[in-house]
Protein backbone atom coordinates (compact mmCIF):
# COMPACT_ATOMS: atom_id res chain seq x y z
CA UNK A 1 0.00 0.00 0.00
CA UNK A 2 1.62 3.57 -1.19
CA UNK A 3 1.39 6.19 1.38
CA UNK A 4 -1.20 8.56 0.89
CA UNK A 5 0.22 11.65 -1.39
CA UNK A 6 -0.89 14.96 0.76
CA UNK A 7 1.15 13.20 3.94
CA UNK A 8 4.33 13.36 1.27
CA UNK A 9 3.28 17.12 0.19
CA UNK A 10 2.72 18.31 3.61
CA UNK A 11 6.10 16.85 5.12
CA UNK A 12 7.74 18.67 2.37
CA UNK A 13 5.90 21.94 2.64
CA UNK A 14 5.44 21.54 6.15
CA UNK A 15 8.14 19.78 7.48
CA UNK A 16 8.42 21.21 11.25
CA UNK A 17 4.70 20.88 11.72
CA UNK A 18 3.89 17.62 10.56
CA UNK A 19 4.21 15.42 13.81
CA UNK A 20 2.38 11.74 12.54
CA UNK A 21 1.18 10.38 9.67
CA UNK A 22 -0.93 7.38 10.03
CA UNK A 23 -2.70 5.11 7.31
CA UNK A 24 -5.28 2.61 8.62
CA UNK A 25 -8.12 1.01 6.91
CA UNK A 26 -8.40 3.13 3.99
CA UNK A 27 -8.08 6.44 6.29
CA UNK A 28 -5.65 8.81 6.41
CA UNK A 29 -5.17 11.23 9.90
CA UNK A 30 -2.02 13.69 9.57
CA UNK A 31 -1.55 15.00 13.18
CA UNK A 32 0.17 18.88 13.09
CA UNK A 33 1.25 21.79 15.38
CA UNK A 34 -1.20 24.24 16.15
CA UNK A 35 0.60 26.61 15.02
CA UNK A 36 0.50 26.32 11.23
CA UNK A 37 -2.90 25.13 11.34
CA UNK A 38 -4.20 27.88 9.19
CA UNK A 39 -1.29 28.00 6.62
CA UNK A 40 -1.79 24.05 6.47
CA UNK A 41 -5.15 24.35 5.44
CA UNK A 42 -4.56 26.85 3.10
CA UNK A 43 -2.36 24.67 1.42
CA UNK A 44 -4.57 21.24 1.43
CA UNK A 45 -7.82 23.38 0.17
CA UNK A 46 -5.68 25.42 -2.33
CA UNK A 47 -3.16 23.32 -3.36
CA UNK A 48 -4.75 19.80 -3.00
CA UNK A 49 -8.30 20.37 -3.66
CA UNK A 50 -9.56 19.60 -0.28
CA UNK A 51 -12.63 22.20 -0.74
CA UNK A 52 -15.39 20.66 1.62
CA UNK A 53 -14.84 20.76 5.29
CA UNK A 54 -17.22 18.23 6.31
CA UNK A 55 -16.93 18.21 9.90
CA UNK A 56 -14.92 19.76 12.93
CA UNK A 57 -14.72 18.36 16.42
CA UNK A 58 -12.87 18.47 19.79
CA UNK A 59 -11.63 15.41 21.67
CA UNK A 60 -11.23 15.18 25.46
CA UNK A 61 -8.38 12.76 26.78
CA UNK A 62 -8.82 13.85 30.14
CA UNK A 63 -5.59 12.44 32.42
CA UNK A 64 -3.31 12.71 29.45
CA UNK A 65 -1.21 15.61 27.40
CA UNK A 66 -2.04 17.22 25.46
CA UNK A 67 -5.84 16.79 26.94
CA UNK A 68 -7.63 17.95 23.44
CA UNK A 69 -7.07 17.42 19.73
CA UNK A 70 -9.05 19.31 17.35
CA UNK A 71 -9.85 17.61 14.02
CA UNK A 72 -10.73 18.24 10.79
CA UNK A 73 -12.37 15.83 8.23
CA UNK A 74 -11.85 17.49 5.09
CA UNK A 75 -12.66 16.04 1.57
CA UNK A 76 -11.86 16.84 -2.07
CA UNK A 77 -14.94 16.51 -4.08
CA UNK A 78 -13.18 16.14 -7.52
CA UNK A 79 -11.14 13.03 -6.36
CA UNK A 80 -13.45 11.59 -3.91
CA UNK A 81 -10.61 11.77 -1.20
CA UNK A 82 -11.43 12.12 2.42
CA UNK A 83 -8.74 13.13 5.12
CA UNK A 84 -8.65 13.73 8.44
CA UNK A 85 -6.13 16.08 9.88
CA UNK A 86 -5.76 16.60 13.57
CA UNK A 87 -3.76 19.00 16.35
CA UNK A 88 -3.08 18.65 20.10
CA UNK A 89 -4.59 21.41 22.07
CA UNK A 90 -2.46 21.63 25.83
CA UNK A 91 -5.56 21.87 28.55
CA UNK A 92 -2.99 25.22 30.19
CA UNK A 93 -3.70 26.70 26.35
CA UNK A 94 -6.79 25.64 25.11
CA UNK A 95 -6.97 28.15 22.02
CA UNK A 96 -6.38 27.72 18.21
CA UNK A 97 -6.64 30.01 15.37
CA UNK A 98 -9.56 29.94 13.48
CA UNK A 99 -9.76 28.04 9.76
CA UNK A 100 -13.08 30.21 9.23
CA UNK A 101 -11.24 32.00 6.40
CA UNK A 102 -10.21 28.92 4.67
CA UNK A 103 -14.03 26.88 4.89
CA UNK A 104 -17.02 29.50 5.89
CA UNK A 105 -18.82 26.20 7.10
CA UNK A 106 -15.45 26.45 10.08
CA UNK A 107 -17.38 29.46 11.53
CA UNK A 108 -20.58 27.16 13.16
CA UNK A 109 -18.17 23.80 13.98
CA UNK A 110 -15.44 25.91 15.86
CA UNK A 111 -18.65 27.32 18.12
CA UNK A 112 -19.93 24.04 18.48
CA UNK A 113 -16.05 22.81 19.44
CA UNK A 114 -16.26 25.72 21.50
CA UNK A 115 -19.30 26.00 23.32
CA UNK A 116 -19.28 22.10 24.07
CA UNK A 117 -15.74 21.79 24.39
CA UNK A 118 -14.08 25.02 25.83
CA UNK A 119 -11.26 24.94 22.80
CA UNK A 120 -10.93 28.88 21.73
CA UNK A 121 -10.71 29.77 18.26
CA UNK A 122 -8.54 32.78 17.63
CA UNK A 123 -9.61 35.19 15.43
CA UNK A 124 -13.39 34.03 15.01
CA UNK A 125 -15.50 36.27 13.54
CA UNK A 126 -18.68 35.32 16.32
CA UNK A 127 -17.45 33.00 19.03
CA UNK A 128 -20.25 32.75 21.11
CA UNK A 129 -22.47 30.10 22.33
CA UNK A 130 -24.38 28.30 19.55
CA UNK A 131 -26.26 24.44 21.27
CA UNK A 132 -26.58 26.01 25.09
CA UNK A 133 -28.00 29.11 26.60
CA UNK A 134 -25.87 32.24 26.36
CA UNK A 135 -25.65 31.85 30.53
CA UNK A 136 -24.84 28.32 30.67
CA UNK A 137 -21.63 27.58 33.22
CA UNK A 138 -19.07 25.41 31.51
CA UNK A 139 -18.85 23.29 28.59
CA UNK A 140 -21.07 19.85 28.37
CA UNK A 141 -18.87 17.90 26.71
CA UNK A 142 -15.64 18.16 28.53
CA UNK A 143 -15.16 14.56 30.57
CA UNK A 144 -15.19 16.40 33.96
CA UNK A 145 -18.40 17.77 33.23
CA UNK A 146 -20.71 17.10 36.25
CA UNK A 147 -23.03 14.27 34.82
CA UNK A 148 -25.85 15.85 36.95
CA UNK A 149 -25.38 19.40 35.63
CA UNK A 150 -22.98 22.53 36.51
CA UNK A 151 -24.45 22.89 39.67
CA UNK A 152 -22.87 19.68 40.88
CA UNK A 153 -20.03 18.28 41.88
CA UNK A 154 -17.46 16.63 39.00
CA UNK A 155 -17.23 12.86 38.94
CA UNK A 156 -14.29 12.08 41.34
CA UNK A 157 -14.18 8.67 39.70
CA UNK A 158 -11.30 6.16 38.50
CA UNK A 159 -10.73 7.37 34.22
CA UNK A 160 -8.56 4.89 32.60
Known amino acids: MSEHAAIGKLKQK??????????????????????????????????????????????DYLGKSPRFMVVYNIYNIALKDRLRIKTPVEESDATIDTVSSVWGTANWHERECWDLMGISFNDHPDLRRILMPADWEGHPLRKDYPVQGPDREPYQGRLQ
Open 14 to 59: FADAVLDAVEYRGETTITVKKEQIVEICKFLKEDLGYNFLCDLCGV
